[in-house]
């Protein structure tokens, strides 16, 4: 099992930056894949990015790419999200989230087992 715990989110401007950490418990961090979700009030979760367990390979929403890297630190058992260019539409709860029976990134959020109690990033126009 394996406990998440996001931070780094905040208020910025549109046109800002910010990164999201996630740390995870456990020793195992490098057989996960990690993604990130986000949750907009009255929305549905939604993803964002997810990355496998080297951090070769990555996938992202067509509303983030090019503006959002996920990136993963095995050394450090925590997962990253920079964001840039943000914008007022990704104003939202963003969540980390883990799974280990996955073998590639994945967009399916039934797909993750676990996930972090998220930390809110509002972004001002």
């Known amino acids: 099992q394996v406990q998440l715990v996001e931070s780094g989110g905040g208020l910025v401007q549109a046109g800002g930056s910010l990164r999201l950490s996630c740390a995870a418990s456990g020793r195992t961090f490098r057989t996960y894949v990690m993604g990130w979700f986000r949750q907009a009030p009255g929305q549905e979760r939604e993803f964002v990015a997810s990355?496998?367990?080297?951090?070769?390979?990555?996938y992202y929403a067509d509303s983030v790419k090019g503006r959002f890297t996920i990136s993963r630190d095995n050394a450090k058992n925590t997962v990253y999200l920079q964001m840039n260019s943000l914008k007022p539409e990704d104003t939202a709860v963003y969540y980390c989230a883990a799974d280990r029976d996955l073998r590639i990134p994945s967009d399916y959020a039934g797909a993750y087992d676990y996930w972090g109690q998220g930390t809110q990033v509002t972004v001002s126009s």
């Open positions: 990355i496998g367990w080297s951090g070769g390979t990555t």
